[in-house]
């Protein structure tokens, strides 16, 4: 499955046009519509000059509109049908945006059993098979950095990003107490910098060019939390892991053995339903028993880190209120 949000009833979100029936006002949104259109109906008429709008924000601006034109004079309903909607930037709403106890604004599913999922991800297309299993294809707006992540999503399903064990975890040997940093040279203590590992855990990652060691991320396993961190360097010799920052509970802290995998490097890939996505852009998956790349659905996040602001002014006394969400699902 996608990592799909399902709000079933929260108060405080969304908007839509004007079409009143008993002072009530109705608005749809559709895969189909266009925020140019009133939001009135359901479908785009005949000559499509007229349908429903097209996403969250075109129906927040047109019930602003409505607003300062005195049109809302009863309970709003957005009615959303179902299908996928683009999101690769929040939607904020602020005090303006407020229903009121005479006047709530609600956006909700038009189909429950079927709710519109609203996406921050987007299609990748294009792979081609190679050596060991592995198929790749290069996103060129990877290779520049513009744009980068660390999700991935087959057929909707969260894709493990190639990691080292494949399954459960290393075990850290040692914690390091006051010693010399490699990064900086200086005396210091490496308690929550460094720790001794097992020579066949580390091995790999004396693979890595240095260049790419910061890419390597340790997933270290706390007590109760769990901590993600840089690699900086790997000693040969000692078999010392260092990264690029303190975390924030020391290494082997409350006990000895304590539990952490790799990932995020090319060697870890080995495992089908893994991916890579290198420096230059490739991006390399291995499929999984029966799944075909050539019709398969790819999906990486390309949005914001959010979907959906609620901005009031609570200094103020402004606050934004009498919104609900209902029935929506947002992935990716």
């Known amino acids: 499955m996608a990592n799909r949000i399902l709000i079933p009833g929260l108060c405080v979100?969304?908007?839509?046009?004007?079409?009143?029936?008993?002072?009530?006002?109705?608005?749809?949104i559709s895969p189909e519509g266009n925020d140019a259109w009133s939001g009135q109906m359901a479908q785009p008429d005949a000559e499509r000059a007229d349908g429903p709008l097209a996403s969250l924000?075109?129906?927040?601006?047109?019930?602003?509109?409505?607003?300062?034109?005195?049109?809302?004079?009863?309970?709003?309903r957005v009615r959303i049908m179902p299908g996928t909607y683009s999101m690769l930037e929040p939607v904020v709403f602020t005090p303006e945006d407020s229903g009121s106890a005479e006047q709530p604004i609600r956006y909700e599913a038009a189909d429950p059993a079927h709710p519109p999922v609203f996406s921050g991800g987007r299609t990748i297309q294009g792979f081609e098979p190679g050596a060991n299993g592995v198929w790749s294809v290069r996103l060129p707006e990877a290779a520049d950095g513009s744009w980068t992540f660390e999700q991935l999503w087959v057929n909707d399903r969260r894709a493990t990003r190639a990691r080292s064990p494949n399954k459960f975890w290393y075990f850290t040997l040692d914690k390091i107490g006051n010693g010399l940093n490699p990064i900086n040279g200086e005396y210091e203590d490496l308690s929550a910098r460094a720790f001794h590992g097992r020579d066949a855990d580390i091995a790999p990652l004396l693979t890595v060019p240095a260049e790419r060691l910061s890419d390597v991320t340790l997933v270290t396993y706390h007590?109760?939390?769990?901590?993600?961190?840089?690699?900086?360097?790997?000693?040969?010799?000692?078999?010392?892991?260092?990264?690029?920052?303190?975390?924030?509970?020391?290494?082997?802290?409350?006990?000895?053995?304590?539990r952490y995998h790799l990932e995020n490097f090319r060697e870890a890939l080995d495992a089908p339903g893994e991916w890579f996505l290198d420096r230059d852009g490739t991006l390399s998956y291995i499929p999984l028993p029966g799944e075909d790349m050539t019709q398969a659905t790819v999906v990486a996040p390309q949005?914001?880190?959010?979907?959906?602001?609620?901005?009031?002014?609570?200094?103020?006394?402004?606050?934004?209120?009498?919104?609900?969400?209902?029935?929506?699902a947002f992935a990716h």
């Open 223 to 258: 007590s109760w939390e769990v901590s993600r961190s840089r690699l900086a360097h790997v000693d040969a010799e000692t078999d010392n892991v260092f990264i690029d920052g303190s975390i924030q509970w020391g290494f082997n802290q409350w006990g000895s053995c304590q």
């Open 13 to 28: 979100m969304m908007l839509g046009a004007a079409a009143s029936t008993d002072g009530q006002t109705t608005l749809f």
């Open 303 to 328: 949005g914001s880190d959010d979907f959906v602001r609620i901005c009031g002014e609570p200094a103020l006394g402004a606050n934004v209120e009498y919104l609900t969400f209902r029935g929506l």
């Open 57 to 76: 924000a075109g129906a927040r601006d047109a019930l602003r509109r409505a607003r300062h034109a005195g049109d809302l004079t009863g309970p709003v």
